[in-house]
């Protein structure tokens, strides 16, 4: 699968993003996917994830509350939408999928694929947050 990321940029601190992601070459009966992010310096981390046969998204702590995923099959397209941003949301966001049927869920999926061993990976979007 192919996996291509959009709509990062440089915002200001309160503003608000939506970035897309279009699936390739697969579909989300078949695949669990999310969104990763990577500051300088810091490890990657999954901030939100789906998975195929589970209707509730994971959040990572830091961003619940401000952050929504969506995803629209009829496009192939899921979006993270952020609101407010904050300066520590800057980084590289990437998008991420996986066959479902390895992962037991979404969370199990976004711990793994932080890890970065797995999956097929988007080229990454800059998200930059000025204080």
């Known amino acids: 699968v192919q996996l291509v990321e959009s709509g990062g940029g440089l915002v200001q601190a309160g503003g608000s993003l939506r970035l897309s992601c279009v699936l390739s070459g697969g579909t989300f009966d078949e695949y669990d996917i999310g969104w990763f992010r990577q500051a300088p310096g810091k490890e990657r981390e999954g901030v939100s994830c789906?998975?195929?046969?589970?209707?509730?998204?994971y959040y990572a702590e830091s961003v619940q509350g401000r952050f929504s995923i969506s995803a629209d099959k009829r496009t192939n397209t899921i979006y993270l939408e952020i609101y407010p941003l904050e300066p520590e949301d800057t980084a590289v966001y990437y998008c991420?999928?996986?066959?479902?049927?390895?992962?037991?869920?979404?969370?199990?999926?976004?711990?793994?694929?932080?890890?970065?061993?797995?999956?097929?990976w988007g080229q990454g979007t800059q998200v930059t947050v000025s204080s």
């Open positions: 789906l998975h195929s046969t589970d209707s509730t998204p």
């Open positions: 991420a999928a996986d066959e479902y049927r390895y992962y037991s869920g979404a969370t199990y999926f976004c711990t793994a694929l932080a890890a970065g061993i797995f999956g097929s």
